[in-house]
């Protein structure tokens, strides 16, 4: 095998694996619930968590959605299919959220403080 051929081949196999890096979707960290997006809605409409907790959201629908704080205070912004996205609460209060491309799709998330260690 030719030098040329083996740098041609190495730079083929570099950018296959860069396209398939940015195609692959983040892996999900650890939460304490997840809301599933189906039939234009959220499931569940209502969710209490706490301070410092993590919520996995995943759109099941084949339409895109969003995961948008009526406060604006989070935004996923467009979720496709299968799209998922996560987002870990800092502040306690009442958060009520809503689908920007749907506004009639709404949900709350009720943010607890901190729980007491264990
Ligand atoms: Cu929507």
Known sequence: MSRLFLALQGALLSAALTAGASAAAPPLLPSVA???????????????VHVGERVTFINDDDEA??????????????????????HVFTKPGTYNYFCELHPYMKATIVVLPAAPAQ
């Open 34 to 48: 997840t809301v599933h997006i189906k039939d234009f809605k959220y499931h569940p409409p209502a969710l209490t």
């Open 65 to 86: 959605h969003t995961v948008t704080a009526t406060d604006k205070s989070f935004d996923s912004e467009g979720l496709d299919t299968g799209g998922t996205w996560q």
